[in-house]
């Protein structure tokens, strides 16, 4: 049990409320029966003192002889109650006779002086009081043992007497109560936490289930629902979570069919428009190889229509990706890939030669799908070319994952983690894109598919994005400026790569550097079907070959989103 749950805390009142009951009426019965075992003995011993003291003295000369006291004194102490007995008197010489029973224990000496003299007090006889001496006493405690000490004088003259009773068998009484007490303050305390945990199974077991269903809840479980019993407060608890649950769950379940039709209608449209496009397309095509016969004044006409079809095809294309996407429906087709030359044959088939530096060894082999990687690189190198600043750079290396380590994917539609500090360090701490080779592998042969991280940055030399533009670049149809709603770009790109990279298990992250211009890091798992092998992508990886490395290019150029 942690120190902070409800069933300790529970156990812990519970016994803190016993061990103060037990405490308490363990303490009044020890000390009512200490009182009345004591009052009982002493009471006992004073009166038989005082009866034995009259018999004895009553026969006995007012100045008797030290041989009548010791007579005196011995069938005193004879009595039931065994107590020592000192008497003190003058004899008829007016020597003074002290007789005691146990010289060893009782002598003159022995008393106490404020015992003795209040015994010796002569006190005024009045009204209230109509004897000059009174029997007085006191307790002591003499080598560790309890005793009652007493004294009397006899009245009208005579000796003075004094007992001393031993209370060691009151003390060990008194002790065999106190274990017996505290034995039972023991198993009241035991039992306390035995009810307090019997206590606490009943009362949090149904709150622990419904901890449980809530997890599940929370899960996506939305038939999840607890058995109820009772009338108690925790069952209407358990009916109120399965109202709330049955109500989530239709709620999803309209909302779930709202997208599903959404989706569908999308993907509908995008095919349909798909035919009239590829007529659009052709004549707008044979339109284009015309252009220098047309008419001056109708040629900026047909450039336009020329231009705005290819960018409808491209979105129309891109819808039908992103619709793929959504329905779960995007599979990868895994092939070897040596990432520099897929990334050379995209920065190629582009004509970005001139305007991209690539920094990347030979070598790195990557089991990953080359036509989704091509669509990736072509969006964000495209993306830095159009809203950044050249030269941009594109830098290749490879890191390992720690032992256990896991992918955590941050980023996503509603905006990515950046993977930045906020003073625009490097997605993987560094201070940004340096300007020689980070990582990679050494030349010394092909660096197989297996553990570690492929990363892949793409660098520019631009303004860089604006802090409150960095959360969304990865949102569909976001346009930063909203002064340039109509830009060659559909606001799909980035989204499209950053579905691409979590299809293979991986991540984007966009960032700014500090001596200026943006960064998009990508990191992707060296061989993306040990994700599938662990169960941890539910989307399906098709092994096989695809065409030539960067032959796709479709739902990529043109589709960069704006800054």
């Known amino acids: 049990?942690?120190?902070?749950?409800?069933?300790?805390?529970?156990?812990?009142?519970?016994?803190?409320?016993?061990?103060?009951?037990?405490?308490?009426?363990?303490?009044?019965?020890?000390?009512?029966?200490?009182?009345?075992?004591?009052?009982?003995?002493?009471?006992?011993?004073?009166?038989?003192?005082?009866?034995?003291?009259?018999?004895?003295?009553?026969?006995?000369?007012?100045?008797?002889?030290?041989?009548?006291?010791?007579?005196?004194?011995?069938?005193?102490?004879?009595?039931?109650?065994?107590?020592?007995?000192?008497?003190?008197?003058?004899?008829?010489?007016?020597?003074?006779?002290?007789?005691?029973?146990?010289?060893?224990?009782?002598?003159?000496?022995?008393?106490?002086?404020?015992?003795?003299?209040?015994?010796?007090?002569?006190?005024?006889?009045?009204?209230?009081?109509?004897?000059?001496?009174?029997?007085?006493?006191?307790?002591?405690?003499i080598g560790d043992t309890p005793y009652l000490l007493a004294g009397a004088k006899v009245i009208g003259g005579g000796p003075t007497g004094y007992l001393m009773k031993s209370l060691a068998t009151e003390r060990q009484d008194l002790n065999s109560l106190a274990w017996s007490l505290g034995i039972a303050t023991a198993l009241a305390l035991v039992g306390s936490a035995l009810l307090a945990q019997a206590a606490a199974t009943t009362v949090l077991r149904p709150v622990q289930r419904l901890g449980h269903a809530a997890r599940q809840l929370g899960e996506g479980r939305l038939d999840t629902r607890l058995r109820v019993t009772g009338t108690d407060e925790l069952a209407d608890l358990s009916r109120t979570f399965n109202r709330t649950a049955e109500r989530l769950e239709q709620r999803v379940e309209e909302l779930s069919a709202r997208e599903a039709s959404s989706r569908r209608f999308v993907a509908d449209m995008s095919h349909e428009l798909r035919t009239p496009l590829t007529a659009i397309t052709a004549v707008s095509e044979v339109l284009e190889e015309e252009a220098d016969s047309l008419d001056p004044m109708i040629a900026p006409a047909v450039q336009l229509v020329v231009s705005e079809t290819r960018r409808l095809n491209d979105l129309v294309e891109n819808l039908m990706e992103v619709t793929r996407f959504d329905a779960g429906t995007a599979r990868l087709v895994l092939d070897?890939?040596?990432?520099?030359?897929?990334?050379?044959?995209?920065?190629?088939?582009?004509?970005?030669?001139?305007?991209?530096?690539?920094?990347?060894?030979?070598?790195?082999?990557?089991?990953?799908?080359?036509?989704?990687?091509?669509?990736?690189?072509?969006?964000?190198?495209?993306?830095?070319?159009?809203?950044?600043?050249?030269?941009?750079?594109?830098?290749?290396?490879t890191e390992d994952v720690p032992d256990g380590g896991a992918r955590v994917r941050t980023g996503g539609p509603d905006g990515p983690d950046d993977g930045a500090a906020p003073d625009g360090t490097g997605a993987d701490g560094g201070p940004g894109e340096p300007d020689v080779p980070v990582g990679g592998s050494p030349a010394e042969g092909p660096s197989r598919a297996g553990g570690g991280d492929l990363v892949i940055r793409v660098r520019d030399h631009g303004p860089g994005i604006p802090q409150e533009v960095l959360p969304h670049v990865f949102d569909r149809f976001y346009?930063?400026?909203?002064?340039?709603?109509?830009?060659?770009?559909?606001?799909?790109?980035?989204?499209?790569?950053?579905?691409?990279?979590?299809?293979?298990?991986?991540?984007?992250?966009?960032?700014?550097?500090?001596?200026?211009?943006?960064?998009?890091?990508?990191?992707?798992?060296?061989?993306?079907?040990?994700?599938?092998?662990?169960?941890?992508r539910d989307g399906g990886v098709t092994r096989g070959r695809e065409g030539g490395r960067g032959a796709s290019r479709a739902a990529d150029e043109g589709t960069e989103d704006d800054r």
């Not at 009595?79 to 008497?87: I, K």
């Not at 990432?339 to 190629?348: E, F, G, P, R, S």
Request: proline share 5%; net charge neutral; aromatic share 4%.
């Open 1 to 141: 049990m942690r120190w902070t749950s409800l069933r300790l805390r529970l156990v812990v009142v519970f016994a803190l409320v016993a061990l103060t009951a037990a405490v308490s009426a363990s303490g009044i019965a020890y000390w009512l029966n200490r009182n009345t075992v004591l009052d009982r003995t002493q009471n006992a011993v004073l009166k038989d003192f005082r009866k034995s003291l009259e018999d004895s003295t009553r026969s006995l000369p007012l100045r008797p002889r030290c041989a009548e006291l010791r007579d005196a004194a011995r069938q005193m102490a004879g009595g039931p109650q065994n107590y020592a007995v000192l008497l003190i008197g003058v004899d008829s010489a007016g020597k003074d006779c002290v007789v005691t029973t146990n010289e060893d224990l009782l002598t003159p000496t022995s008393v106490p002086a404020s015992l003795r003299t209040a015994v010796n007090a002569v006190r005024p006889v009045d009204e209230s009081n109509s004897y000059p001496h009174h029997l007085y006493w006191q307790r002591t405690v």
């Open 336 to 397: 070897d890939v040596d990432v520099a030359d897929q990334v050379t044959a995209c920065i190629d088939a582009r004509a970005w030669l001139d305007a991209v530096h690539l920094d990347a060894d030979r070598g790195i082999v990557a089991r990953l799908d080359p036509r989704r990687l091509d669509v990736i690189l072509a969006n964000l190198i495209g993306n830095a070319l159009k809203h950044g600043g050249s030269p941009v750079r594109v830098s290749v290396h």
């Open 479 to 536: 346009k930063a400026s909203a002064s340039r709603p109509r830009s060659e770009g559909s606001g799909l790109g980035l989204s499209i790569a950053l579905e691409n990279a979590h299809i293979h298990g991986g991540e984007i992250t966009a960032a700014n550097l500090p001596e200026g211009g943006a960064v998009f890091t990508l990191r992707l798992p060296m061989d993306a079907s040990l994700l599938v092998q662990d169960g941890r």
